[in-house]
């Protein structure tokens, strides 16, 4: 099987590489590029552990293979911060308690994200439409929806 | 995941080109949301090469000439969902793409995927063939026009030929005055997979006679299909809650007849009859919102 030549930008850092295309994204970000912030869950775009923004899109990292960023943009939970300085969404994640395991999330925050960014004035349905990709299992919910709106506030 | 040759193609002429070299020995690659679970089973067997079609741009987009609505076969769920066209002239799919899945899933999944991996459970395809949707399918010698109803053989099979590729497809407008609802049953509201559903369209005269009627379950028959059956009880009569309830009992009847008495039916014989007596209610106004439901009995 050959490799495949990507060029793609990854939490504003261009790269160009040579990939093996049976890599799903979610692989690459974690055991290429050391990207663990990124987690691994289902594996069957079930749970949401993965996400991350493709193009400013939450998709699930497992359902991508690595070529198909080709040209394209991708954020990750690592990309949140800037100058060494948290994200809003992530410090009011930690401001609600709404991280208790943690494992889901990096990919709550990616969703949130999105959503955001399209949407600065979401109401709770449009907040709770866009985490419902998303499962925390420690059933923080309320927490989770408090701290993105608080960041909407 | 087991290695696989991977061919990005960047339009449709190179994807047919692709599939004419490699026919069956290739799956084609689009939003990835079902081929990258299977290709990553162990007891399935691994294509010979893996025909990605993600980058072809003339495959994207919603277009409404002439009293028409054509959808490009790489268009994604989230992308009909905003589609301002798609909920004037056929808001039943607005809301069968609404459900799919996750905002994740509806972001990279395109309704020709949905069409294609011909899953029971797909939640684009009843709205669509109650719409009467045509799709075209390209070769590289190749390109014709079949009805969607008559594209599917039994579950993930289709009459697709292996070197044949969905490109558009495209159904009438429905008009201002004719309403439409779709219903869907998961085991949980989000991230679900269709139990049953249920597309319906419903045109009414000044009167309120019901003058032309389109009823699709989904998950309930091995091949999807009006159930006309159903939809001529409803001809030439007003609506009414015994009405509509005999016409779910009719689908449900159909449905049987169809699939014999199976483990699930003691369970989807009554559900399905509600389905489509509550999705005729919403057609009329009878009922909003199934969120609105007060007592699950109803």
Same mark, same amino acid.
């Given at each position: 099987?050959?490799?495949?030549?990507?060029?793609?930008?990854?939490?504003?850092?261009?790269?160009?590489?040579?990939?093996?295309?049976?890599?799903?994204?979610?692989?690459?970000?974690?055991?290429?590029?050391?990207?663990?912030?990124?987690?691994?869950?289902?594996?069957?775009?079930?749970?949401?552990?993965?996400?991350?923004?493709?193009?400013?899109?939450?998709?699930?990292?497992?359902?991508?293979?690595?070529?198909?960023?080709?040209?394209?943009?991708?954020?990750?939970?690592?990309?949140?911060?800037?100058?060494?300085?948290?994200?809003?969404?992530?410090?009011?994640?930690?401001?609600?308690?709404?991280?208790?395991?943690?494992?889901?999330?990096?990919?709550?925050?990616?969703?949130?994200?999105?959503?955001?960014?399209?949407?600065?004035?979401?109401?709770?349905?449009?907040?709770?439409?866009?985490?419902?990709?998303?499962?925390?299992?420690?059933?923080?919910?309320?927490?989770?929806?408090?701290?993105?709106?608080?960041?909407?506030? | 995941?087991?290695?696989?040759?991977?061919?990005?193609?960047?339009?449709?002429?190179?994807?047919?080109? *692709?599939?004419?070299?490699?026919?069956?020995?290739?799956?084609?690659?689009?939003?990835?949301?079902?081929?990258?679970?299977?290709?990553?089973?162990?007891? *399935?067997?691994?294509?010979?090469?893996?025909?990605?079609?993600?980058?072809?741009?003339?495959?994207?987009?919603?277009?409404?000439?002439?009293?028409?609505?054509?959808?490009?076969?790489?268009?994604?769920?989230?992308?009909? *969902?905003?589609?301002? *066209?798609?909920?004037?002239?056929?808001?039943l799919?607005?809301?069968?793409?609404?459900?799919?899945?996750?905002?994740?899933?509806?972001?990279?999944?395109?309704?020709?995927?949905?069409?294609?991996?011909?899953?029971?459970?797909?939640?684009?395809v009843p709205p669509?063939i109650a719409l009467g949707?045509?799709?075209?399918?390209?070769?590289?010698?190749?390109?014709?026009?079949?009805?969607?109803s008559?594209?599917?053989?039994?579950?993930?099979?289709?009459?697709?030929?292996?070197?044949?590729?969905?490109?558009?497809?495209?159904?009438?407008?429905?008009?201002?005055?004719v309403k439409s609802s779709f219903i869907?049953l998961?085991?949980?509201?989000?991230?679900?997979?269709?139990?049953l559903s249920v597309a319906a369209i419903l045109t009414q005269?000044?009167?309120?006679k019901i003058t032309d009627a389109r009823i699709v379950p989904g998950a309930a028959l091995p091949v999807w299909r009006r159930v006309t059956e159903a939809e001529i009880l409803l001809i030439g009569k007003k609506p009414s809650k015994e009405l509509f309830t005999a016409a779910g009992q009719k689908v449900s009847e159909v449905m049987i007849s169809h699939t014999?008495?199976?483990?699930?039916t003691?369970?989807k014989e009554p559900v399905i009859a509600t389905l489509v007596r509550r999705a005729l209610e919403m057609c009329v106004?009878d009922l909003?919102?199934?969120?609105?439901?007060?007592?699950?009995?109803?």
């Open positions: 099987m050959s490799t495949v030549t990507i060029n793609t930008k990854i939490n504003n850092r261009k790269y160009s590489l040579a990939v093996a295309p049976n890599t799903t994204l979610l692989h690459f970000l974690r055991e290429e590029l050391g990207l663990t912030g990124t987690k691994c869950g289902c594996e069957i775009g079930e749970c949401g552990a993965c996400t991350v923004l493709l193009n400013g899109e939450a998709v699930n990292s497992c359902l991508v293979l690595v070529p198909q960023i080709d040209g394209k943009e991708i954020l990750t939970v690592e990309g949140l911060a800037k100058d060494g300085k948290l994200h809003p969404l992530q410090e009011s994640f930690m401001d609600h308690d709404a991280v208790h395991c943690g494992f889901c999330t990096p990919g709550m925050l990616m969703s949130a994200k999105a959503l955001l960014d399209k949407n600065p004035d979401p109401d709770e349905k449009e907040i709770r439409t866009a985490i419902s990709g998303n499962l925390c299992r420690c059933t923080g919910y309320v927490q989770i929806v408090d701290a993105i709106k608080e960041v909407v506030k | 995941m087991k290695p696989f040759e991977y061919r990005a193609v960047h339009s449709v002429e190179e994807a047919v080109s *692709v599939l004419a070299e490699y026919g069956s020995d290739a799956r084609i690659l689009a939003g990835g949301t079902d081929l990258l679970i299977e290709l990553r089973k162990q007891n *399935v067997k691994t294509p010979k090469v893996v025909i990605d079609i993600s980058f072809i741009k003339e495959l994207r987009g919603i277009e409404s000439p002439n009293g028409t609505v054509m959808l490009q076969s790489l268009t994604t769920h989230s992308e009909i *969902v905003n589609s301002k *066209v798609v909920q004037q002239y056929a808001s799919l607005t809301g069968a793409a609404s459900v799919i899945g996750s905002p994740q899933i509806r972001n990279k999944g395109t309704v020709g995927g949905n069409i294609m991996n011909a899953a029971t459970c797909a939640d684009t669509l949707a045509k799709i075209t399918l390209k070769s590289k010698t190749n390109s014709r026009q079949i009805d969607l008559d594209l599917f053989i039994k579950p993930y099979q289709t009459k697709a030929k292996p070197e044949e590729i969905l490109t558009e497809i495209q159904f009438p407008k429905l008009s201002s005055n869907k998961g085991r949980r509201n989000a991230l679900s997979i269709s139990r005269d000044k009167n309120g014999g008495r199976r483990w699930s003691e369970y106004g909003k919102d199934l969120k609105d439901l007060k007592d699950l009995k109803d």
